[in-house]
């Protein structure tokens, strides 16, 4: 990945993954392209802006270029893992990259930028990006790719019919629990807190938060809701849940469940030696620090009693908004089933 090269041929964007079409500005029509090798791809935990703070060699190409460079019949076959964030989508997503035969993708900036264009522009661009995002190195291999949080807002758009998705997501007590632990979490909660309300109130769902634990609410009803809103329109597709602490209390069986719900090849032994494996023991966004699923659970039991009140508070917020809302009611119900 050393030296900086010209800007790709066609050929060369539509043979592999090399060329990631990393991100998009929807205003100017130019995507950005970075060089990358399976490695990168491994050794990635973002495919965002923070991929630019090492050196790359990018390219800023029109988007026309790209989207004639995949014109023709390439696959469209990327799985899809969608969730609410927070949710160990990280995790799983380095898991099953360890899989024979996985490219996995996570959080390409191009998927946030179009989830955060309006839906007139995003029509422009969406039709190619199955295609540019099922590119792999070998025809054996499969890519897994990882979205954004809210780019579950347009997965309905980006998972062509028949092909599958993963949608991760917690319960509300545990989320809110895990985000009160946290203060980075604490922190991206305020940022986004006013987007978010947003996008509920687009759904006619209305939390109105006081605190930090009724802003994780908040958060976890407009992550939910955008989950079961897509599942709702993408009865052609496959979809499958995951409830990321079941997950973890049995991951072996979880990483067999989702490879073989992806079509991914997992031999027994491989999955066992990942489920007890060095990953686990991680913290996933950066693997320097540890973090495991007992310190998940250690810090959710630590929040839930500290929070106790904040957060019963909370959840009886967001039963009574699930009242009014059909997608809620439903996200809970779901949650509580798990």
């Not at 460079?69 to 099953?96: N, P």
């Not at 190195?137 to 062509?160: G, H, M, N, R, Y």
């Not at 993963?166 to 509300?172: C, G, K, N, Q, R």
Request: aromatic share 6%; net charge negative.
């Amino acid at each position: 990945m050393g030296h900086m090269s010209s800007a790709p041929s066609p050929q060369e964007i539509a043979r592999d993954a090399c060329w990631l079409a990393q991100a998009l500005d929807p205003a100017a029509g130019m995507v950005r392209l970075v060089a990358m090798n399976r490695e990168a791809y491994r050794a990635a935990s973002f495919l965002d802006d923070r991929l630019l703070q090492m050196p790359v060699d990018a390219q800023i190409v029109p988007w026309p270029d790209v989207e004639n460079a995949v014109a023709g019949e390439l696959r469209r076959d990327a799985r899809w893992i969608f969730h609410i964030g927070h949710v160990g989508s990280t995790l799983l997503s380095r898991l099953l990259g360890e899989l024979d035969g996985v490219l996995a993708v996570r959080e390409p900036r191009l998927l946030r930028d179009l989830a955060l264009s309006p839906p007139e522009v995003r029509q422009r661009y969406i039709a190619p990006v199955a295609k540019l995002m099922s590119r792999t190195f070998a025809d054996s291999e499969i890519a897994c790719v990882k979205a954004t949080s809210f780019a579950s807002e347009i997965a309905a758009q980006l998972v062509p019919p028949g092909e599958r998705a993963l949608f991760m997501y917690a319960t509300p007590r545990n989320y809110v629990a895990s985000i009160l632990a946290g203060e980075n979490s604490l922190q991206e909660l305020r940022i986004l807190a006013g987007g978010r309300a947003q996008r509920a109130n687009a759904r006619d769902i209305y939390v109105p938060a006081q605190n930090d634990a009724d802003h994780a609410a908040a958060a976890w009803a407009t992550e939910m809701a955008a989950l079961e809103g897509a599942a709702e329109t993408m009865a052609d597709r496959q979809v499958a849940w995951a409830d990321f602490d079941q997950m973890l209390r049995g991951m072996e069986a979880e990483l067999t469940r989702v490879a073989a719900f992806f079509g991914f090849t997992a031999d027994a032994d491989r999955v066992q030696s990942l489920a007890a494996g060095p990953l686990m023991g991680r913290y996933s966004k950066a693997l320097e620090y540890e973090y495991s699923a007992g310190v998940r659970q250690e810090l959710i039991a630590e929040s839930s009693e500290r929070f106790a009140r904040e957060i019963d508070g909370a959840l009886a917020m967001l039963h009574t908004a699930a009242e009014k809302s059909p997608l809620l009611a439903r996200a809970l119900e779901r949650a509580e089933e798990s």
